[in-house]
């Protein structure tokens, strides 16, 4: 049998302070991500601001190049505190006029479509975020051996860092089912 050659070079391994970098950069995308689909999923489930029925007055098409559906009417929360009679709102596809949808407002004049499809994509931006944090937990506790591969060490950091690692590779599926669950829901 001929002995396996490589192309691929000498391996080198990335610097501690490269890995560090990358672990921080990691950790702060993934916590920002996370943050923001929280607080959106919380909007989108009706949960942050104040929920209630806009009844749509009318839609038109606006804007160039990319055109938004724009629906204006009368907003009426659940609880019967607050109205708005002229509410705008983007949404997709057009509301026929007297039909109701769900929204919630987000202050003044600012209205966001309460909808399991925008729930699932927020909470797939969320589980997202997620695993690129615990995937930067995982890089913390790993190591370079002496061949200059990384690999995890053989304490109990590298078993924290491996379960990271698992744990990782299970919030991205997650991530990628309320993706798909998402695609699939009716806007």
Do not use: W
Request: overall charge positive; hydrophobic content about 45%; some cysteine.
């Amino acid at each position: 049998m001929a002995p396996v050659i490589s192309n691929r070079g000498p391996s080198r391994s990335a610097n501690p302070a490269q890995r560090l970098a990358f672990s921080v950069l990691f950790a702060l995308i993934g916590a920002g991500l996370t943050a923001f689909g929280l607080y959106q999923a919380g909007h989108a489930v009706g949960l942050l601001g104040e929920p209630g029925t806009l009844t749509v007055a009318s839609c038109a098409r606006v804007g160039q190049p990319k055109p938004e559906i724009r629906c204006t009417g009368s907003f009426r929360s659940d609880d019967g505190r607050s109205t708005d009679p002229a509410a705008r709102f983007t949404v997709n596809p057009s509301l026929a006029s007297g039909q109701t949808t769900r929204l919630d407002r987000v202050d003044a004049g600012s209205y966001v479509r309460i909808s399991p499809a925008g729930t699932e994509e927020y909470a797939a931006l969320t589980l997202f975020g997620m695993a690129l944090f615990v995937f930067a937990g995982s890089g913390f506790a790993s190591r370079a051996n002496s061949t200059g591969r990384p690999e995890l060490s053989a304490g109990p950091v590298g078993r924290v860092g491996l379960r990271l690692g698992q744990a990782g590779i299970v919030l991205l599926l997650g991530a990628a089912l309320c993706a798909v669950i998402a695609f699939l829901s009716p806007h």
